[in-house]
């Protein structure tokens, strides 16, 4: 079955930046759309950004316009998402997701097992 | 931007309680919306994907309905399984969650 395995937690002083990697197994990451969600310390879900396949492009939420970067790798089914300008704010849990079962562009039924990002001087 | 209202925050209840949690839309998004139920130290786990569709495996009691641009999770009959927290979603193209709700026990 498919899976979504992140790279470790991380430790970042402000200002830094932060790559976080999702290997898919059981797919091909080129037939899939691979989007990021974030999930700061108690608090809710947020997406981040991910891969239309309506328009062949990747889209990002407007707040993090600028300093967010989602690119993959197809040699090796490796999805990444790197954040620049990290602030303490950017403390949470990274997920990536992606649609299998449900279609193209559907809900996320498949996660990645989440990686922890902290931001501190 | 498309807003997402869920509610409630938290909700008691206790096993065998039938529950209700509301979604609603800023404007129309069709039946783009999908339910998740996340326990604690885990991803969240899709339940309810095109604001009606079980996804396979998933048990039965849980459901979902769109009405407009408000739609609902209901869950018949509360598990011990089920106290957790519960994020609706509103996805194609670009995507926003609710606020989440969370379940606990009475």
């Known amino acids: 079955q498919v899976q979504l395995v992140q790279s470790g937690a991380e430790v970042k002083k402000p200002g830094a930046s932060v790559k976080v990697s999702c290997e898919v197994s059981?797919?091909?990451?080129?037939?899939?759309?691979m989007h990021w969600v974030r999930q700061t310390p108690g608090k809710g879900l947020e997406w981040m950004g991910g891969?239309?396949?309506?328009?062949?492009?990747?889209i990002y939420a407007q707040k993090f316009q600028g300093r967010l970067t989602m690119t993959e790798d197809t040699s090796t089914d490796t999805a990444y998402m790197e954040l620049s300008s990290l602030k303490s704010e950017d403390t949470a849990i990274y997920f990536c997701?992606?649609?299998?079962?449900?279609?193209?562009?559907?809900?996320?039924?498949?996660w990645g097992q989440g990686t922890m990002v902290t931001v501190s001087s | 931007d498309i807003q997402m209202t869920q509610s409630p925050s938290t909700l008691s209840a206790s096993v065998g309680d039938r529950v209700i949690i509301t979604c609603r839309a800023s404007?129309?998004?069709?039946?783009?919306l999908a339910w998740y139920q996340q326990r604690p130290g885990k991803a969240p786990k899709l339940l309810i994907y095109?604001?009606?569709s079980l996804l396979s495996g998933v048990p039965s009691r849980f459901s979902g309905r769109r009405s407009g641009t408000e739609f609902t999770l209901t869950i018949s009959g509360l598990q011990p399984d089920d106290f957790a927290t519960y994020y609706c979603?509103?996805?194609?193209?670009?995507?926003?969650f609710g606020q989440g709700t969370r379940v606990e026990i009475k």
């Open positions: 997701a992606t649609s299998v079962a449900v279609g193209a562009d559907d809900a996320f039924d498949v």
């Open positions: 059981g797919y091909t990451l080129s037939d899939l759309s």
């Open positions: 891969f239309d396949s309506g328009i062949e492009e990747t």
């Open positions: 404007q129309s998004i069709n039946s783009w």
């Open positions: 095109r604001a009606s």
């Open positions: 979603q509103r996805y194609n193209g670009n995507s926003t």
